[in-house]
């Protein structure tokens, strides 16, 4: 059998293998964050900042927050109670291309 015969069937054989090591993969734990926003803020003002101290941040009320897969922008999503605890709804996936853009 020649190489090119063997590439042949091992193309064929790629969607199977795919699907195996994707297997591999499903249990790999990632951190998954929620940022609601940032700001950019001097030492002094800094050094200001106790108890009941507000700093405004880059995001609007409102606005849909970050979801990042280890630092890397994902998803955007909208906070909400699950019981008593804060979930994150996804409403936007990003898209490959757009992940690449911001990088």
Do not use: W
């Amino acid at each position: 059998m020649s190489t090119v015969e063997n590439e042949k069937t091992d193309q064929g054989d790629l969607p199977q293998a795919s699907a195996q090591n994707l297997k591999l993969l499903e249990n790999i734990e990632v951190k998954l964050t929620v940022e609601v926003g940032g700001t950019r803020i001097i030492i002094r003002d800094l050094l200001k900042l106790n108890e009941g101290s507000v700093v405004e941040l880059d995001r609007l009320a409102g606005e849909h927050l970050d979801i990042l897969v280890n630092g890397t922008l994902l998803a955007k999503g909208e906070i909400v109670l699950i019981g008593e605890s804060l979930g994150i709804r996804f409403t936007e996936i990003i898209s490959p291309e757009q992940r690449l853009r911001s990088i």
